[in-house]
């Protein structure tokens, strides 16, 4: 089947129906290995999910997170770091199992090598189960930005200036902006069983541009979704 895309009036909605379809797949499996996305964007998911785990147990202990990236040289106690954020906004609130939660090691020595073990240790749990992501406003899914290939697996990349820019707004000093990250792949990502990307309402450019892509160009990364036999695409009218 296709990509399905479901619009929603609002974003508090958009995040809702993500957080019922990882609790969905929370619930259903044994050992439901994750690839856990930043930004502002799944913040509502996150907080839809602590309240099904107050409200309803839904047990985070059967699950294995992965951040789908993390920056270079920002370490797991940096409140910059990727990390970090999913600690903060999930993984204090609920069960998980604390050796269950992983991301690369941005300040591992050799990024390229971290890359490596960071996918070998997602194979390692039979690989993802569910890709969760966002969508920059250039495409990008992870980090995964406009590029000459797609990279089979995680890798160190070095982020476009757009990048930059968008995730200026997060440091309070501009020069401190990581330029280079480790990114799970593309091809970790479609190797997933199922994909859910959510898009407030800011990324209504882009997904209109996704919508109507039909090649698979890796200048517009996100458009490789479509080659995926199970990507759900939520997005945010206002
Ligand atoms: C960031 C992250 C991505 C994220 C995207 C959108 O750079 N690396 O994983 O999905 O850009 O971020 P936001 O939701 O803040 O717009």
């Given at each position: 089947e296709n990509m399905r895309f479901i619009s929603k009036a609002s974003e508090k909605e958009?995040?809702?129906?993500?957080?019922?379809?990882?609790?969905?797949?929370?619930?259903?499996?044994?050992?439901?290995?994750?690839?856990?996305?930043t930004g502002g964007t799944p913040v509502g998911t996150y907080k839809a999910l602590v309240k099904l785990y107050q409200e309803q147990n839904l047990d985070f202990s059967k699950g294995i997170f992965f951040n789908v990236d993390e920056y270079e040289g920002l370490g797991?106690?940096?409140?910059?770091?990727?990390?970090?954020f999913l600690?903060?906004?999930?993984?204090?609130?609920?069960?998980?199992?604390?050796?269950?939660?992983?991301?690369?090691?941005?300040?591992?020595?050799?990024?390229?090598?971290e890359a490596a073990e960071y996918e070998a240790k997602i194979d390692s749990f039979g690989g993802l189960d569910v890709?969760?992501?966002?969508i920059g406003r250039n495409g990008h899914i992870g980090f995964n930005e406009p590029a000459d290939f797609f990279r089979?697996?995680?890798?160190?990349?070095?982020?476009?200036?757009?990048?930059?820019?968008?995730?200026?707004?997060?440091?309070?000093?501009?020069?401190?902006?990581?330029?280079?990250?480790?990114?799970?792949?593309?091809?970790?990502?479609?190797?997933?069983?199922?994909?859910?990307?959510?898009?407030g309402s800011d990324k209504k450019d882009v997904i209109k541009r996704l919508k109507s892509c039909k090649d698979i160009n890796p200048q517009f990364p996100a458009s490789v979704l479509w080659l995926h036999p199970d990507a759900t695409i939520i997005s945010a009218e206002k």
């Open positions: 958009m995040s809702l129906l993500a957080a019922q379809m990882l609790a969905a797949v929370l619930k259903e499996k044994q050992r439901p290995v994750f690839a856990m996305p797991r106690e940096n409140p910059q770091g990727y990390y970090y600690h903060e906004h999930l993984y204090q609130y609920v069960n998980v199992a604390p050796k269950h939660t992983f991301a690369p090691d941005g300040k591992a020595g050799d990024l390229e090598q890709a969760f992501l966002g089979y697996a995680s890798s160190s990349v070095t982020l476009s200036e757009d990048t930059l820019r968008a995730n200026a707004r997060f440091f309070s000093d501009q020069k401190a902006v990581p330029r280079r990250a480790i990114s799970m792949g593309a091809g970790t990502i479609m190797r997933a069983k199922s994909i859910i990307l959510i898009a």
